[in-house]
């Protein structure tokens, strides 16, 4: 049962919340866990004008990923940073490059599920995952949130991202603030949780 988690981080705090759903992929007996990013479509210039050059070189390490993983995988959990309440272009360019895959229906009956993160609390993660549920759905995908059973969504006594739409976390405006440890372990239930319903359709 393969699982694919492919990201796109600009500064660094999406990749720490894709190793995290990852980790809990890896729970599930027999997940085939792959971790991923989508293409850069950003000048080197511009990245060093965003001033995300230093976190970038921290994540090169990490494969990029080809639309044919996409078809190989079981499960995909899908991360993107807010872009104005919706994914990132990056994110979006690399998802319109899978007519192929939509005209042979290669998505349909897979497992999708998406995390966010965002510089504020109300910047839009919610609007970015569920807008984000219409790609997957016209795919064919069987789509899969983060269910309340994970109970860090629930708690008011922090600051935390995280809703039954998918794990998340908030960023600060400069992306100064990496993931909680509440946040984290969302990421990690979403990570089993799917791999687990990937399993049983499997
Ligand atoms: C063009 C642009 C638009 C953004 N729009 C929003 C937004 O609508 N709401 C918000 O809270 N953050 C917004 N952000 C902040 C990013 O979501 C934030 O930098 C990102 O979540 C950090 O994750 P990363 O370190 O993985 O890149 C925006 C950033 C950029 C560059």
């Known amino acids: ?15 720490r919340m894709a190793e995290a ?23 080197q210039e511009v990245l060093a004008k965003m001033g995300a050059l230093e976190a970038q070189k921290k994540m090169a390490h990490v494969p990029v ?32 490059a899978t007519g192929q895959l939509w005209a042979k229906g290669s998505l349909v009956g897979k ?6 993160s965002s510089a504020t609390q109300h910047g839009g993660q919610e609007s970015t995952i569920l807008s984000f549920h219409t790609t997957l759905l016209h795919q064919g995908m069987v789509v899969v949130g983060l269910p309340y059973t994970f109970g860090g969504q ?6 935390t991202g995280c809703s039954p739409y ?27 949780h799917v791999a687990k319903i990937a399993q ?3």
């Open 1 to 15: 049962m393969n699982v694919l988690v492919v990201y796109y981080s600009m500064y660094g705090n999406l990749h």
């Open 21 to 43: 759903v990852a980790e809990g992929a890896k729970q599930v007996k027999d997940a085939n866990v792959t971790l991923r990013r989508v293409p850069e479509t950003l000048s």
């Open 65 to 96: 990923c080809t639309v044919a993983e996409l078809a190989a995988a079981d499960a995909i959990l899908f991360g993107t940073p807010t872009r104005f309440g919706n994914m990132c272009g990056q994110m979006r360019q690399f998802l319109d």
């Open 111 to 116: 497992v999708g599920s998406v995390f966010t």
């Open 154 to 159: 629930m708690g008011i006594g922090e600051i």
């Open 166 to 192: 998918g794990a998340s976390t908030i960023a600060g405006g400069k992306g100064e603030r990496m993931p909680s440890e509440n946040e984290l372990a969302g990421a990690r239930f979403q990570g089993t």
């Open 200 to 202: 049983k359709l499997a």
